[in-house]
C-alpha cells in the first residue's frame, strides 16, 4: 500500500512537518512520484514504527 504524506501523518499521529525532516535528514525512508511528491509503503511504516518506539 501507498501512502500520502497526509496520510502518512495521521496514520503515526503526527505533523507533516514531523514527516518532511524525518526524511530531509534521511532518517525515514521514501520515494517521489512523477510530480515529485513523497510516496511512503510498508518499508517506511516500519521504519516510522522503530523511530516512535524510541
Known amino acids: 500500500m501507498q501512502y500520502t504524506i497526509k496520510q502518512f501523518a495521521e496514520l503515526f ?4 512537518h514531523t514527516i518532511r525532516y ?3 535528514i534521511h ?3 521514501c520515494r517521489r ?3 515529485n511528491r513523497r510516496v511512503f509503503d510498508e518499508e ?3 521504519w516510522m ?6
Open 13 to 16: 499521529r503526527t505533523t507533516e
Open 22 to 24: 524525518y526524511t530531509d
Open 27 to 29: 532518517l525515514l525512508p
Open 33 to 35: 512520484d512523477r510530480a
Open 44 to 46: 517506511s511504516v516500519s
Open 49 to 54: 514504527q522503530g523511530i516512535t518506539s524510541l
